[in-house]
């Protein structure tokens, strides 16, 4: 029988998150990552997981409540959600993706609300699947994100992106600009160590913003509050992995900048 593990503050001290569990360099990440969930729980967040040194979760919460620029009263806001490598096609997104459902049900929510990149982002969640289990797009930016809803409610208002996020652009025109949080547990130790040193290694200017009040994540120029970057103004990607020496010229490239 699979067996789902809820966490809380009463137990997440000894029970891992998925996420960066035996990467000793962001290990203070990990922890500040623990932090912010334990803070979160307060405001009605779940973190759901397979009970299994697994990759294998969900994380949902108010939407008021909510580290992302979006509008969707009485909704919940699904973050993360993830299943990953041997324990995908064996039910467990659909599993996690109904426990959310219920809850959200049980509160009298108006439905489920997560965003996606239009084409797969990196560190978001997959597109395709979640349209697939009767997902709709409601909104979108020009930057590639959009908003997908699943109503309980049909008659409910549909969720929108603030206007913040729809240009695609943040106020600081020069220089790679990155906007990050403690959401996940790698993000802390790429974008002060890893970033810091690519960007010197290129005499590239680098302004790092860290999102440390949900406030802040909800006013922020980018629906991906996990880890944004912006070079010149425009934003370019949610690839964590631009930080590193190796990878950063590649994706830039792509990008076309």
């Given at each position: 029988?699979?067996?789902?593990?809820?966490?809380?503050?009463?137990?997440?001290?000894?029970?891992?998150?998925?996420?960066?569990?035996?990467?000793?360099?962001?290990?203070?990440?990990?922890?500040?990552?623990?932090?912010?969930?334990t803070?979160?729980?307060?405001?009605?967040?779940?973190?759901?997981?397979?009970?299994?040194?697994?990759?294998?979760?969900?994380?949902?919460?108010?939407?008021?409540?909510?580290?992302?620029?979006?509008?969707?009263?009485?909704?919940?806001?699904?973050?993360?959600?993830?299943?990953?490598?041997?324990?995908?096609?064996?039910?467990?997104?659909?599993?996690?993706?109904?426990s959310?459902?219920?809850?959200?049900?049980?509160?009298?929510?108006?439905?489920?609300?997560?965003?996606?990149?239009?084409?797969k982002?990196?560190?978001?969640?997959?597109?395709?699947?979640?349209?697939?289990?009767?997902?709709?797009?409601?909104?979108?930016?020009?930057?590639?994100f959009?908003?997908?809803?699943?109503?309980?409610?049909?008659?409910?208002?549909?969720?929108?992106?603030?206007?913040?996020?729809?240009?695609?652009?943040?106020?600081?025109?020069?220089?790679?600009?990155?906007?990050?949080?403690?959401?996940?547990?790698?993000?802390?130790?790429?974008?002060?160590?890893?970033?810091?040193?690519?960007?010197?290694?290129r005499?590239?200017?680098?302004?790092?913003?860290?999102?440390?009040?949900?406030?802040?994540?909800?006013?922020a120029?980018?629906?991906?509050?996990?880890?944004?970057?912006?070079?010149?103004?425009?934003?370019?990607?949610?690839?964590?992995?631009?930080?590193?020496?190796?990878?950063?010229?590649?994706?830039?490239e792509?990008?076309?900048?």
């Amino acid at each position: 029988m699979v067996n789902f593990i809820t966490l809380d503050k009463h137990n997440i001290a000894n029970e891992h998150i998925c996420c960066a569990i035996s990467d000793k360099k962001c290990a203070e990440s990990y922890a500040l990552k623990k932090e912010w969930l334990t803070k979160e729980f307060s405001n009605g967040y779940v973190f759901r997981r397979l009970d299994a040194r697994a990759k294998v979760f969900i994380e949902y919460g108010p939407a008021e409540k909510g580290w992302v620029p979006i509008t969707a009263p009485n909704y919940l806001l699904i973050n993360c959600f993830w299943v990953s490598g041997k324990y995908k096609k064996q039910g467990h997104g659909k599993a996690l993706l109904k426990s959310a459902l219920d809850n959200a049900k049980s509160q009298g929510k108006s439905g489920l609300v997560t965003v996606v990149g239009t084409k797969k982002f990196h560190f978001m969640s997959d597109t395709k699947w979640l349209l697939r289990q009767g997902f709709e797009t409601c909104d979108e930016t020009t930057s590639g994100f959009s908003l997908l809803v699943k109503k309980i409610a049909p008659n409910a208002t549909n969720p929108n992106f603030k206007k913040v996020v729809k240009t695609g652009t943040c106020p600081d025109e020069k220089g790679i600009v990155v906007y990050y949080s403690n959401r996940c547990p790698f993000a802390e130790f790429h974008v002060k160590n890893s970033l810091v040193e690519t960007a010197k290694k290129r005499n590239i200017p680098l302004k790092a913003i860290k999102l440390e009040t949900m406030e802040q994540a909800q006013s922020a120029p980018s629906p991906a509050t996990i880890f944004s970057l912006f070079v010149n103004g425009k934003f370019i990607t949610t690839d964590l992995s631009i930080c590193m020496d190796s990878r950063f010229d590649k994706i830039i490239e792509k990008s076309k900048i």
